[in-house]
Nanobody, 118 residues
Framework: QVQLVESGGGLVQAGGSLRLSCAAS????????LGWYRQAPGNQRELVAG???????YYADSVKGRFTISRDNGKNTVLLQMNSLKPEDTAVYYC????????????WGQGTQVTVSS
């Protein structure tokens, strides 16, 4: 059984930074990629950033240059460093793990709230 547990969300002022962490357990050797999605009220869930097992990264246009995704294979953890946060970044952020080459993957974390005040 795969488990993804997020941490690091919270309340921050615009221009500030947060770092999200996702710890994976279970059949992690089968993961092709790990990523972060977010969902704001009334919006669809969107892929924010992803990283493949080979280290290739993807970023949504809205976060390029501000967010950085990284993974620590030894700790089975994926991180999302979020800088220069904007009120429009406010959402619930979800960790996602895929076993194939397309997003989203099958496995989801429980989500962590990020709120950016203006």
């Amino acid at each position: 059984q795969v488990q993804l547990v997020e941490s690091g969300g919270g309340l921050v002022q615009a221009g500030g930074s947060l770092r999200l962490s996702c710890a994976a357990s279970g059949r992690i050797f089968s993961f092709n990629g790990l990523g972060w999605y977010r969902q704001a009220p009334g919006n669809q869930r969107e892929l924010v950033a992803g990283i493949s097992s080979g280290g290739s990264t993807y970023y949504a246009d809205s976060v390029k240059g501000r967010f950085t995704i990284s993974r620590d294979n030894g700790k089975n953890t994926v991180l999302l460093q979020m800088n220069s946060l904007k009120p429009e970044d406010t959402a619930v952020y979800y960790c996602n793990a895929r076993q194939r080459s397309t997003w989203p993957g099958k496995y989801w974390g429980q989500g962590t709230q990020v709120t950016v005040s203006s």
